[in-house]
């Protein structure tokens, strides 16, 4: 009796380690689901931005008032004049050869992580594009949109950090991500925008490197995807 006892307690011990066993391997081999990016068709790793490109404070001596906004087309910076002699420098992609333009316009509208909507002009362009593309991670306006009254432009984010520096786009303005999020806490609809021709001869902007300029802070990605989207 006691044998038979001893061998029905290995028995269970021996299943109960394979039932264990497998239940380990099913989980360790399990596939682990990962939310998905879109990449758009120009995308390519992202890389570093130069020092130029990066969100920073630089003295300004021009004549535009605190809350315009300047985009320097041919130097791919974007510039929001702070006020007391000071601005705020971005980097941004603009339009690609035969899609740069200028003029003096307002902010109309601003959203966050905007749906996006191409323009006639583009479709008649590129029929193949979608009517609409909901606000997300594979959405090409990115986080914030800035709409440009009087234009089909904006100024919007882009999940191809990469391209900033760049003529890229079909005429709209782009920053990264959290560029584009701080810039937008600061600017306000009604906000005057002047956008400068693409010319190598044009007089440069009276900015100025601060000397002694510190690195601005980085938003967290949860503090410009507060309700996570992804």
Not at 1 to 6: D, G, I
Not at 38 to 51: G, I
């Amino acid at each position: 009796m006691k044998t038979a006892s001893l061998l029905s307690t290995a028995v269970l011990a021996i299943g109960l380690a394979c039932t264990t066993s497998a239940r380990a391997q099913l989980f360790a081999y399990a596939p682990q689901t990962q939310p998905q990016i879109e990449v758009m068709e120009d995308e390519a790793p992202a890389t570093e931005l130069r020092a130029d490109l990066r969100r920073a404070v630089v003295n300004y001596s021009g004549k535009e008032s605190p809350g315009t906004i300047i985009v320097d087309t041919p130097n791919k910076h974007l510039y929001f004049v702070m006020g007391g002699g000071k601005a705020m420098r971005y980097g941004i992609g603009v339009g690609r050869d035969g899609f740069t333009w200028s003029g003096t316009h307002s902010i109309v509208r601003k959203a966050e992580w905007p749906d996006w909507y191409p323009p006639q002009e583009m479709i008649a362009r590129q029929p193949y594009l979608p009517r609409m593309t909901a606000g997300g991670p594979g959405n090409p306006l990115g986080a914030r949109a800035m709409y440009i009254g009087g234009t089909v432009y904006r100024i919007h984010g882009t999940n191809a950090p990469q391209t900033i520096g760049r003529n890229v786009s079909s005429g709209c303005i782009r920053l990264t991500n959290e560029d584009v999020t701080d810039l937008s806490s600061r600017v306000q609809v009604g906000s005057k925008v002047v956008v400068l021709p693409d010319s190598k001869s044009a007089k440069p902007l009276p900015v100025q490197e601060l000397s002694d300029a510190q690195p601005q802070p980085r938003r967290t990605w949860a503090s410009i995807n507060p309700r996570g989207l992804f």
